[in-house]
C-alpha cells in the first residue's frame, strides 16, 4: 500500500481535538434542548451521560484503530485491512456522500441562522450567491494549506465556546436551586425514543481519525483527543440540557431553544450573540468536514481504489506549494455546493445517519478482527468493549426506517457498480 507521506504533518493534540470538537457541536445543539425536554422532562439531561458512555465505547474502538494503522482515510484505510478492497470502496462510497450530503445540509443551516439577522440572504438569488460565496471559501481556506484551516478552526472554535461558557456560568449562578426539581426515570420506550436522538448528538467524533496521516504522533495524539473530547463533551450537553430544563422546561417549545434559553438569559443581546453563535458554530462544522471529508477520495486514490487516470493522477495529486489534495478539495467542494444549491441533498440525507452508523459497526467488526490477529493480547477489559460498542451499533441502526434502509441500499447498489467498473478499467 502507498504510504501517505506527501501531505504534511501539521495536526497537533489541540487541532485533534478541535476536529473531534467541530465534528460533533454543529446545528445540532441548537435545536436538541427542546426536544429532548419534550420527550425525557427533569431525566433529559442524564441520558447525554448515560448514553455518552455507551458512545466512548465506539469513540474508543476508533482510537485504537488509529493506534494500529496511522495513514489518511480512517474508515476506508480500516475496512481494507479488514475486508479488502471492495469493502474499503463502498465504505468510502457511502461514507463519502454522507458526509457530503451533511456539508450541503448545514450550508442550509448557517444560511437560516444567518437570515435571522439579515433575511435576504436566505431568499432566492441571495442564497444562492451565499452558497456559492460560503463554498468558495470553503474550498480556498482548505486548498492553500493545513495549517491555515487549522488556524481558522482554532478561531472559530473560539468563538464558538465563549458564548457557551458565558451562558452555562451566568446561567447557573442565576438559578434558584431550591426549586430545582428532581428527575424520575421515564417509561422504557420513552427513553428509547430520546436517547436515539442522543447518540446522533455524538455521530461525527470520527472526523479526526481521517485525518491520521496528517497528525502528530497519531498514536498517542487521535486516541487522547477522542476520549477527551467526547467525554468533554457529553458534560457540556448535560450541562446545557440542565439550564434549560430548569430555566425554560418544556412548556414553552421553541424552535430555536438556545437562543430563547440566551434571551431569558442575557436579554436579546444574549439572543443576537447565541444567533451569531449559531452562525459560526456551524461554520467550524463544514470547516471540519471539509478538511477530513476531502481525505478520502484522497485515500482512497492513492490506496488504488479508483482508476489511476482519475485517482493517482487526479483525486490523489498533492498540491506542490501548499501540500493540500486540492483536486479532491475542489471535487468535495463544488459537489457538497451543488447539492446544496439544487436541494437534492435532502434526498440523501434520509440515509446519512445510516450509513454512518454502518461504517462505524464495520470498524467495530475490523477492531476484533485486528485483536484476534495480532500477536499481542490486551486484557479482557480491551476485548470486551468492542463487543458492547457492536450493539450499540446495531441498537442504533435497527431503529432506522425503513425509507433509510431502501436508499442505503440504492447507494450502496451504485457502489458496487462503481467498483465493478473502476476494477475493469484498472485491470485494463
Not at 480500516?78 to 474499503?88: C, M, N, Q, S
Not at 483527543?225 to 450541562?239: D, E, K, N, P, Q
Given at each position: 500500500?502507498?504510504?501517505?507521506?506527501?501531505l504534511t504533518k501539521g495536526i497537533g493534540g489541540i487541532g485533534a481535538a478541535l476536529l473531534v470538537l467541530n465534528g460533533l457541536i454543529g446545528a445540532g445543539i441548537f435545536?436538541?434542548?427542546a426536544k429532548m425536554a419534550a420527550e425525557l422532562g427533569a431525566f433529559s439531561p442524564y441520558i447525554f451521560l448515560i448514553f455518552g458512555a455507551l458512545m466512548l465505547t465506539i469513540v474508543w474502538c476508533f482510537g485504537q484503530l488509529a493506534i494500529f494503522y496511522q495513514e489518511t482515510g480512517g474508515p476506508v484505510v480500516y475496512a481494507r485491512k479488514g475486508f479488502g478492497d471492495a469493502a474499503a470502496f463502498q465504505t468510502g462510497f457511502v461514507y463519502y456522500l454522507a458526509r457530503a450530503t451533511a456539508i450541503a445540509a448545514n450550508m442550509h443551516v448557517l444560511l437560516l441562522y444567518a437570515g435571522y439577522l439579515w433575511p435576504e440572504i436566505n431568499t432566492g438569488m441571495g442564497k444562492s450567491l451565499a452558497i456559492i460565496a460560503l463554498t468558495s471559501l470553503l474550498i480556498f481556506v482548505n486548498i492553500v494549506g493545513l495549517k491555515a484551516a487549522m488556524r481558522s478552526l482554532d478561531t472559530i472554535s473560539v468563538l464558538k465556546l465563549l458564548p457557551f461558557i458565558a451562558l452555562i456560568g451566568v446561567g447557573y449562578w442565576q438559578l434558584d436551586f431550591s426549586t430545582?426539581?428532581?428527575?424520575?426515570t421515564p417509561a422504557l420506550d420513552t427513553i428509547s425514543a430520546g436517547a436515539l436522538i442522543t447518540l446522533y448528538a455524538f455521530i461525527g467524533f470520527e472526523t479526526v481519525v481521517v485525518t491520521s496521516g496528517e497528525t502528530n504522533s497519531p498514536k498517542k495524539t487521535i486516541p487522547r483527543a477522542l476520549m477527551l473530547t467526547v467525554s468533554g463533551i457529553a458534560l457540556f450537553y448535560f450541562c446545557v440540557q440542565w439550564l434549560y430544563w430548569h430555566t425554560v422546561g418544556a412548556e414553552t417549545p421553541d424552535s430555536a431553544p438556545l437562543i430563547a434559553l440566551a434571551n431569558i438569559i442575557f436579554g436579546k443581546t444574549g439572543a443576537l450573540v447565541m444567533t451569531l453563535t449559531a452562525v459560526v458554530s456551524v461554520a467550524g462544522n463544514l470547516l471540519a468536514n471539509m478538511i477530513s471529508t476531502?481525505?478520502?477520495?484522497?485515500?482512497?486514490?492513492?490506496?488504488?481504489?479508483i482508476p489511476k487516470h482519475l485517482g493517482k493522477n487526479w483525486l490523489g495529486?498533492?498540491?506542490g506549494e501548499f501540500a493540500t489534495p486540492y483536486i479532491s478539495v475542489l471535487v468535495l467542494g463544488v459537489f457538497a455546493g451543488l447539492m446544496a444549491l439544487s436541494g437534492s441533498f435532502v434526498w440523501l440525507a434520509i440515509s446519512s445517519v445510516l450509513a454512518r452508523l454502518v461504517v462505524y459497526a464495520v470498524c467495530v467488526i475490523v477492531l476484533?478482527?485486528?485483536?484476534?490477529?495480532?500477536?499481542y493480547s490486551p486484557n479482557i477489559i480491551k476485548r470486551f468493549i468492542p463487543f458492547i460498542a457492536l450493539i450499540v451499533c446495531?441498537?442504533?441502526?435497527?431503529?432506522?426506517?425503513?425509507?433509510a434502509w431502501l436508499f442505503l441500499m440504492g447507494e450502496l447498489a451504485v457502489g458496487a457498480i462503481l467498483y465493478w467498473i473502476c476494477s475493469k478499467t484498472a485491470n485494463d
Amino acid at each position: 500500500m502507498t504510504k501517505n507521506s506527501l501531505l504534511t504533518k501539521g495536526i497537533g493534540g489541540i487541532g485533534a481535538a478541535l476536529l473531534v470538537l467541530n465534528g460533533l457541536i454543529g446545528a445540532g445543539i441548537f435545536a436538541l434542548p427542546a426536544k429532548m425536554a419534550a420527550e425525557l422532562g427533569a431525566f433529559s439531561p442524564y441520558i447525554f451521560l448515560i448514553f455518552g458512555a455507551l458512545m466512548l465505547t465506539i469513540v474508543w474502538c476508533f482510537g485504537q484503530l488509529a493506534i494500529f494503522y496511522q495513514e489518511t482515510g480512517g474508515p476506508v484505510v480500516y475496512a481494507r485491512k479488514g475486508f479488502g478492497d471492495a469493502a474499503a470502496f463502498q465504505t468510502g462510497f457511502v461514507y463519502y456522500l454522507a458526509r457530503a450530503t451533511a456539508i450541503a445540509a448545514n450550508m442550509h443551516v448557517l444560511l437560516l441562522y444567518a437570515g435571522y439577522l439579515w433575511p435576504e440572504i436566505n431568499t432566492g438569488m441571495g442564497k444562492s450567491l451565499a452558497i456559492i460565496a460560503l463554498t468558495s471559501l470553503l474550498i480556498f481556506v482548505n486548498i492553500v494549506g493545513l495549517k491555515a484551516a487549522m488556524r481558522s478552526l482554532d478561531t472559530i472554535s473560539v468563538l464558538k465556546l465563549l458564548p457557551f461558557i458565558a451562558l452555562i456560568g451566568v446561567g447557573y449562578w442565576q438559578l434558584d436551586f431550591s426549586t430545582a426539581t428532581a428527575a424520575t426515570t421515564p417509561a422504557l420506550d420513552t427513553i428509547s425514543a430520546g436517547a436515539l436522538i442522543t447518540l446522533y448528538a455524538f455521530i461525527g467524533f470520527e472526523t479526526v481519525v481521517v485525518t491520521s496521516g496528517e497528525t502528530n504522533s497519531p498514536k498517542k495524539t487521535i486516541p487522547r483527543a477522542l476520549m477527551l473530547t467526547v467525554s468533554g463533551i457529553a458534560l457540556f450537553y448535560f450541562c446545557v440540557q440542565w439550564l434549560y430544563w430548569h430555566t425554560v422546561g418544556a412548556e414553552t417549545p421553541d424552535s430555536a431553544p438556545l437562543i430563547a434559553l440566551a434571551n431569558i438569559i442575557f436579554g436579546k443581546t444574549g439572543a443576537l450573540v447565541m444567533t451569531l453563535t449559531a452562525v459560526v458554530s456551524v461554520a467550524g462544522n463544514l470547516l471540519a468536514n471539509m478538511i477530513s471529508t476531502s481525505r478520502l477520495t484522497y485515500s482512497m486514490a492513492r490506496q488504488s481504489l479508483i482508476p489511476k487516470h482519475l485517482g493517482k493522477n487526479w483525486l490523489g495529486k498533492v498540491h506542490g506549494e501548499f501540500a493540500t489534495p486540492y483536486i479532491s478539495v475542489l471535487v468535495l467542494g463544488v459537489f457538497a455546493g451543488l447539492m446544496a444549491l439544487s436541494g437534492s441533498f435532502v434526498w440523501l440525507a434520509i440515509s446519512s445517519v445510516l450509513a454512518r452508523l454502518v461504517v462505524y459497526a464495520v470498524c467495530v467488526i475490523v477492531l476484533i478482527k485486528a485483536q484476534h490477529q495480532r500477536t499481542y493480547s490486551p486484557n479482557i477489559i480491551k476485548r470486551f468493549i468492542p463487543f458492547i460498542a457492536l450493539i450499540v451499533c446495531i441498537w442504533s441502526i435497527s431503529q432506522s426506517s425503513m425509507n433509510a434502509w431502501l436508499f442505503l441500499m440504492g447507494e450502496l447498489a451504485v457502489g458496487a457498480i462503481l467498483y465493478w467498473i473502476c476494477s475493469k478499467t484498472a485491470n485494463d
